[in-house]
Every structure is written in C-alpha cells, then in structure tokens.
C-alpha cells in the first residue's frame, strides 16, 4: 500500500467513546486534585494569616500535595499489573472524597497537610493509570492526539485553578471549594464505571516492600533538604538560629541520595522489580526523563511565583493575581491537543524543540523586566510561556516512550510521571527558598522594603527558570540527534 493511502487509512481509525469516556473520568481526578492545589497556592497569604504560618511553612501545603503524588507514583506499574483498572480507579475516587472532607473540617493546619496527602495518594493512582489507559487502548495514528486530550484534561485545572481560589476568597469561604469537589468526583466515579474496560489481563505481581520504602524515603528526603536548606538559608540571612535547619537539610540529603540508590540497586536484582529501571538505560529515554523531570519545575512552579509576587510586591488582590495565570494557562491547556495532532503529522523533533524554545522567551523576559514589571506584564509575558511550553510539553512523555517496548510501558509511564510530580514539588519548594531567602530581614508584609525584596527575589527566581528551561531544552535536542544518528 502507497504510503499516502497508508497514512489515509490510518485516519479513518476511530476512537471508541467508551475510551474517550474512561479518560475524562480518570483524568477528571487529576484534574481535580491539580485545581485544589493551585487554588490553595493563591491563598497562601490569607492561609498564612488564618493559621499563623510563615511562607516556607505555608508552601507545604503544594509541596506536601505534589510529594505525595510523586511517591506513589512508582507503585503504578505494579497496580496496573497486579489490579483491574475499575478496582484502581475507584480506590482513587475514596482518597479524593476523603481527603476533600478533611479538608472541609480541618481548623489547624496539620491536618490541612494529613487531607494534602490522602488527596495526593489519590492523584498519583489516577494520573498514571489515565496515561495507561491511553497507551494501551488507543489506535495507533491517535496516539499523539488522545494524549493531548490527556494534558487538557489535567491543565485545565492550572489554568483555572488560581482564578477559582481568588474569586471564592471574595465571596465565599476558602472551605466551599472542598464542599463542591465531592459531587463532582461521584459523578467521574459514575462514568468511570461505565467506560473503564480491562484490555490485558491481570498477573501475579510483588510488591517489594524494600523498593517501595527506598523510594518513598529518597523523594521525601531530596525535598525536605531543599526545604529545610532553603529555612536554614533564609534564618542565617536574617540573623536567626540556622542550625537545626542545616542539620536537618543535610541528614535529608544523605537519607535520600542513599535510598535512591538502594532503591536502584534492589531493582536491580530483583525479580518481580517495582520499576524496571532497564530502560533508562538507552540515552534517549533517559534524556526526554531529564527534560520531564527539570520542565516541570518552572511549568508548575510558576503559579506560586507570579501569584505570591504580584500580591507581595505589586499589591494586588488574591483575584487579580489568580487572574494573571489564566490566559496564559488556559489558552496553553485548550492547545496541549494541537501538539499532540502535531507530533501525530510531523513527529517528534520540530512540534517539541521550536515551541519549547519560544516558551523560555517567557522567563527571559520577566526576569529583563523583574524590577519594572506590572500585572499585565506579568499576565502577557506567562501567555507566551504557557501557550508555547504546553504545545511542546504535552509531545516529550509520548517522544521518550515510542522507542520503549511495549510490555515496558507502564514501567516508563510511571518513571515519567514520578518525574513529573517530584520536579512540581521541588520547584514550589525550590522558588519559595529563593522568595523567603530575599524577603529575610526585609520587614513586615505590606511595607515598601517588603516589596522591593520581593521584586528582588522574583528576578532571582525568573533568572533560575531561564536556566531550568535551557537544560531541558538541550537535553531534548540532544536526545533527537542520538536517535537521528541512529536511524
């Protein structure tokens, strides 16, 4: 057959609506775990009030959320194995309605952090198992587009989610968020239910509790002692006690850096492995997880940063600031399936490495304009990098996998999106250290000097993104030329 007539016939492949179904459902999880969280990140500065917290504490409320979902996710490969997908996807559907009633009835803020785990549980069970789904049951030539219509269903909530937290503080409590998020999770449980259908069947899989427990400890530790590094920071330029902060910083960093790799050197031996980490040893993959894995710290970390820095240091209302993300992230959100029908017509390397590199024009720019910036520039300057990054972004798991054999794909799936989820964490906790670390000394929110220190700290921030966004960048192009010298 001509290639032309080929390329037809695979066009005419349909995508059952039963498929189309089970991703909404699974995906609405998600979906909805990612609107609590940045709705909570344009509240902090009414949070830190409410519960007497500081803004290094504050921000565990994202940090705590994002951790707990990268530490499940590497269980996902093993639950796909060993569970039916509607067993899988209703214990997501209990953690999200659990977590969202404790949300509604806690007064003290460890609890807010014991509800951000549950829901984060529940967010890293979904999340993988939606990718799956699509991995696994869409037609070949719908590959790209089905996984854009996975990114839409999950960045949507980014782009919405800071405008829906600015808007209830003016006219509802914060709490009624949580109040409407237990309908709407029952009813992505019903469709769940109905479209969910089991393609492979189940096996016996172990769950080496060596493996799980290894890594849970390396991602705990690697951001708690960015966390605590960044305190310890910020208290020593104040003139504080920085101490305990330190000693807890480096304990973490040696507790993490050798669990990670007890946890690769059990895989290794293993024999029913929780990650089969084989794959990364072909440099291609490993360079798209790398990209994954540094992306996501400016993609997710920049909600914090222009919402807390246009409150801080501008002045404006929790309403306006959630507003500034959201042309920016919605418009990025509606586009993620252009990418993916992009990258189904042209493949991978041009619908990846040109809109990637127009989106760091985003950072670029606010880090020239840091000390003069205004809202709408803030506003104009994230819609050239929300647009462009999701155009590309939505590409780099589907580019990294398609050389991946097919029984290794969940594996992949879940290192992908483990990497995904630990580089959100890390960039909240990141970007949070470098604003705390300028604000330190500078005076009591509201005043000029407090101001001025936070403009400091966002160009800080926005000259580390550009950076981010560079080795992303190179590593993604240095994966193309690998597999181009191949071929």
């Known amino acids: 057959m001509p290639e032309t007539e080929q390329m037809r016939a695979l066009d005419t492949e349909k995508i059952p609506l039963k498929l189309i179904g089970a991703i909404v459902a699974v995906g609405s999880l998600a979906f909805i775990g990612i609107l609590t969280e940045t709705v909570m990140t344009v509240l902090f500065p009414s949070l830190m009030r409410e519960f007497h917290v500081d803004t290094a504490t504050v921000q565990w409320i994202t940090t705590i959320y994002l951790l707990s979902v990268a530490a499940t996710m590497p269980i996902s490969s093993f639950l796909k194995r060993r569970f039916p997908l509607k067993a899988i996807f209703l214990a997501a559907v209990a953690l999200a309605v659990i977590g969202s009633l404790i949300m509604i009835v806690a007064h003290v803020f460890p ?281 590309g972004a939505a590409n780099i798991m589907t580019s990294g996998l398609s050389g991946v054999p097919h029984e290794f794909r969940p594996d992949g799936n879940a290192i992908f999106n483990t990497c995904l989820q630990f580089g959100g964490a890390a960039g909240t906790a990141l970007f949070s250290t470098i604003l705390a670390v300028a604000q330190a000394g500078a005076g009591e929110e509201g005043t000029s000097r407090f101001a001025h220190a936070t403009a400091v700290g966002g160009a800080w921030t926005f000259a580390t993104m550009t950076v981010i966004c560079l080795i992303g960048w190179g590593c993604l192009a240095a994966a193309f030329r690998i597999r181009a010298t191949r071929r």
């Open 111 to 391: 609890l807010l952090i014991v509800a951000r785990i549950i829901q984060g549980i529940g967010s890293g069970i979904a999340t993988p198992l939606m990718i799956n789904i699509i991995l696994e049951q869409s037609p070949r030539s719908k590959i790209g587009r089905l996984m854009g219509v996975g990114s839409l269903v999950i960045t949507v909530a980014p782009a919405i989610g800071p405008t829906v937290g600015g808007a209830v503080t003016a006219i509802l409590p914060w709490r009624a968020i949580f109040v409407a998020v237990v309908p709407l999770v029952l009813i992505a449980a019903f469709i769940g239910m109905k479209c969910i259908e089991q393609k492979i069947p189940t096996e016996a899989a172990f769950l080496d509790p060596i493996q799980l427990g290894s890594i849970i400890l390396a991602l705990v530790g690697l951001v708690l002692a960015l966390n605590q590094g960044g305190v310890a920071i910020s208290a020593a330029v104040s003139g504080q006690a920085a101490a305990k902060s330190g000693v807890i910083a480096i304990v973490s960093l040696i507790i993490g850096l050798g669990s990670l790799l007890l946890f690769a050197l059990s895989s290794k031996k293993a024999f029913s492995p929780l990650l089969r980490l084989g794959i990364l040893r072909d440099p291609v993959v490993l360079l798209h997880v790398i990209a994954y894995l540094v992306l996501p710290l400016v993609a997710i970390g920049y909600g914090y940063v222009i919402t807390n820095v246009s409150q801080l240091s501008l002045g404006v209302s929790a309403f306006v600031a959630g507003s500034l993300v959201l042309p920016g992230a919605l418009i990025g959100a509606v586009c993620a399936p252009v990418g993916g029908w992009l990258y189904d017509r042209f493949g991978a390397v041009k619908p990846i490495l040109i809109p990637i590199g127009i989106a760091i024009a985003g950072p670029v720019l606010m880090l020239i304009f840091s000390m003069h910036l205004t809202a709408a520039m803030l506003c104009g300057f994230y819609f050239i990098f929300g647009f462009f990054y999701a155009v």
